[in-house]
């Protein structure tokens, strides 16, 4: 008579402490250790040695992963973000509702890619707060790229600028539908005059990835540099964010 397996459940019905995926994985190779550690070491060591450069997204998003689902190969799931989403940059914008859809994230990966897309975005926040906007500008439209480019919806953001031209301050002032966001010229010029700024840089998203404007975008620019000029605040720009590019309304000469 054959015997019992070492590894048969208990008569009692409790489980071993190790599940069916995880003791498959360590008793590949006859290890205790799972199959995929070695995996994990060799990205870690790629990545001390070559930066973010030296690793295809979905490698790189493993990195990340492994931090929210440390006892999994993760490697599918990163491979099947990729996917679904496009590119590393899209996986980490992506909604969060949108990332729940796939099959194998939880709330802890998604919490997880969420931190890493703020962290992004305070630090490219950082290199333009406090700072001469013109003289920024490379770094300026990078954190408008960042910020707006993936969002799904119109956001119309305003850059409020001091005499000397620094950015005093950078916030949402309306979010709106696929193809519009209200803008109330009075609100923008009211709060301008709260923070005490001498000019202004308009900025707002097109989620369909095309930044030429519109006969309403220029129509309410038109609007607010009048308000704006009535009390001496001058409207240096306005830029709309598309997919991968952006136009200035300065730059086409319609302002």
């Known amino acids: 008579m054959a015997s019992k397996s070492s590894r048969s459940p208990p008569k ?3 489980r071993h402490p190790i599940s069916d995926g995880a003791a498959s994985d360590a008793v590949r190779g006859g290890s205790d250790v799972p199959h995929y550690h070695g995996h994990r070491q060799r990205l870690r060591q790629r990545f001390a040695a ?4 030296a690793l295809p997204d979905y490698e790189l998003l493993e990195l990340l992963l492994f931090m ?7 490697k599918p799931l990163a491979k099947m973000l990729i996917d679904h989403f496009g590119s590393f940059a899209d996986v980490i ?3 969060a509702e949108r990332l729940m859809e796939v099959d194998g994230v939880k709330e802890g990966t998604v919490a997880a890619l969420k931190i890493v897309e703020a962290a992004a975005l305070r630090l490219a926040k950082a290199k333009i707060i406090g700072k001469p906007a013109l003289s920024s500008w490379e ?3 990078d954190y408008c790229a ?7 919806t119109e956001e119309f953001r305003i850059l409020f600028l001091d005499r000397k031209n620094v950015l005093l301050a950078e916030e949402v002032h309306q979010r709106g539908t696929v193809d519009h ?9 009211k709060r301008a005059l709260e923070l005490g700024a001498s000019a202004l840089i308009l900025v707002h ?9 519109s006969r309403a975008d220029i129509a309410m620019t038109r609007e607010i540099q009048a308000a704006a000029k009535t009390l001496k605040i001058e409207l240096h720009d306005h830029l709309v964010i598309g997919r991968g590019s952006h136009a200035s309304f300065k730059a086409l000469g319609l302002l």
């Open 12 to 14: 009692d019905g409790t």
């Open 50 to 53: 070559g930066g973010a450069d």
């Open 68 to 74: 929210a689902i440390p006892q999994r190969d993760i």
């Open 93 to 95: 914008a992506a909604p």
């Open 139 to 141: 770094a300026l439209l």
């Open 146 to 152: 960042a910020a707006m480019s993936r969002t799904q």
């Open 181 to 189: 966001t209200p803008v109330y010229p009075r609100e923008v010029v």
């Open 205 to 213: 998203n097109h989620p369909s990835g095309d930044p030429t404007p």
